[in-house]
């Protein structure tokens, strides 16, 4: 029993140090409940702590973009109106690898610009830019050392002075993948 422990540690250590990298890429599809719901995501992480195999600690920029075109029609007449929401943030964050799975936590601060514009009526475009704080949480595997799968939850909040947890509106689950290198 005694030799299966040295041996179980050194194959956690060696699949550990391969999962973790210096420097990542990564894109995602993104959904929420506030409109528009669905969007696309990207982000770039570089990690500080290389000579930890077991753990990672680094900083993320990140931005996501949402678009969504609605029309009216009635009597001959069209109305159409772009939605398009738009962020983006830095973060620190910190994981721990086991393994083949990697989860994950971080916090951030970031801006996000929101624009409502209409081609069909004049004076309608409207724009409105806040700073949010966020936080997240997720997990990625590493199928292929280079090659990673996540998911993440992260949730955001524009109330800097007071912030609360009480608005489920800026919640949103993230699927992606990123590349490492």
Do not use: C
Request: proline share 4%.
């Amino acid at each position: 029993m005694k030799r299966f422990i040295p041996l179980t540690a050194l194959i956690i250590f060696i699949f550990s140090a391969s999962t973790l990298a210096q420097f990542e890429i990564g894109a995602s599809y993104e959904l929420r409940d506030e409109d528009p719901q669905s969007g696309f995501g990207l982000r770039i992480q570089k990690g500080f702590t290389e000579a930890l195999p077991m753990i990672d600690i680094g900083i993320r920029a990140h931005a996501s973009y949402f678009n969504e075109q609605n029309s009216l029609s009635q009597s001959g007449a069209t109305y159409s109106q772009d939605f398009t929401n738009y962020d983006f943030g830095v973060a620190a964050y910190g994981g721990i690898s086991l393994g083949l799975l990697q989860p994950y936590v971080g916090l951030g601060l970031g801006s996000e610009t929101t624009d409502l514009s209409s081609d069909d009526v004049q004076g309608e475009n409207r724009d409105e830019s806040n700073i949010y704080w966020n936080t997240f949480a997720g997990a990625k595997v590493t199928v292929i050392p280079f090659l990673k799968p996540f998911l993440e939850y992260r949730y955001s909040n524009k109330q800097l002075s007071e912030p609360t947890l009480a608005d489920a509106q800026n919640g949103r689950i993230i699927f992606g993948i990123s590349l490492s290198f």
